[in-house]
């Protein structure tokens, strides 16, 4: 069964929303497939295909078990930087190629005056996407389901700033991280609007892991500021970059992944597709960051 990735995103959102308002007793999976108007058959080919897992496996990822068991990895990885031998360099994707940039303090202030920005849509495994770029580097990636209301509210970012529908080299190679496959990735540049602090929180995303999660208290010791975990969860909310820089992965210290700019639902699909992702190519390594 032959389906583009946004549409097997839209049904396998139906499918989880669909079981979490269910949770006891869960549904069949004759009675989830009929929600989404699928046979079993083709239920269980469409989750294979998008996760790469079994439904009961990917459901599995979905657990508050399975956060919190992530949750105590990475918070012990963060203390001891004892990396399992080979998984630390499997899950280093964005401390390796993505380098962040801060605006100048003329073009923050100025909301933008003086910069054209280049944008496009495209699709991914976890919905359309809007990417926008400056001649230094991406600036924005966000998941959007309405594509108009989604250019507006990239344009009141930078109410001064030309805007432009092209799609340049700096938004193609953005893109090839959503391909899932990222042996040949080069250095992705990011351009953003953020004040110092928020600079600081964001880079200290791109060091948490593929597949691994941490609570806000976590970043905040990553940036030596362990009291300002409500400071962090401010900055993680308004993170202009989608995916790129992993928000996704910093989740309540209960093990509750909590509130996301794109959806609570999106959030914990993106964190349990990263789990599939990683289990799927453990053995081989086949597609995974050097």
């Known amino acids: 069964m032959v389906l583009n990735k946004t549409s097997n995103y839209a049904r396998i959102e ?6 979490q308002s269910h949770p006891k007793p869960q549904p069949s999976l004759e009675k989830i497939a009929a929600h989404v108007h699928l046979s079993s058959f083709h239920l269980q080919q469409v989750i294979s295909e998008w996760a790469g897992v079994s439904l009961q496996r990917f459901m ?55 910069l054209c920005f280049n944008y496009s849509f495209s699709e991914s495994q976890f919905g359309n996407l809007l990417v926008a770029s400056t001649y230094k580097g991406i600036s924005h990636i966000s998941f959007e389901n309405n594509s108009a209301q989604g250019l507006d509210k990239l344009k009141a970012t930078h109410k001064n ?43 200290a995303l791109l060091s948490i892991p593929l597949a691994q999660l941490a609570s806000y208290g976590d970043v905040a010791h990553i940036i030596n500021q362990p009291n300002a975990s409500r400071a962090v969860g401010t900055a ?7 995916f790129l820089i992993p928000c996704h992965r910093v989740i309540q210290c209960t093990g509750r ?6 959806g609570a639902t999106r959030k914990s699909i993106i964190i349990a597709w990263e789990a599939s992702y990683l289990e799927s190519n453990r053995e081989d390594n086949v597609n995974l960051p050097q």
């Open 60 to 114: 599995q990822f979905l657990t508050l078990e399975h956060t919190k068991t992530q949750l105590k990895k990475y918070k012990c990885n963060l203390h001891t930087m004892a990396y399992e031998t080979g998984l630390y360099r499997l899950g280093q994707l964005h401390d390796l190629f993505i380098n962040i940039e801060g605006m100048t303090p003329k073009e923050y202030k100025n909301s933008g005056e003086g």
């Open 14 to 19: 139906k499918v989880i929303q669909f079981v």
């Open 257 to 262: 992944t909590g509130n996301y700019m794109w």
């Open 161 to 203: 700033a030309k805007y432009q529908n092209f799609q340049d080299d700096f938004q193609l190679s953005a893109i090839k991280i959503f391909k899932q496959d990222w042996s040949n990735l080069t250095e992705i540049k990011l351009h953003l609007k953020g004040t110092d602090f928020q600079l600081q929180v964001w880079n």
């Open 236 to 242: 993680i909310s308004r993170n202009p970059v989608a």
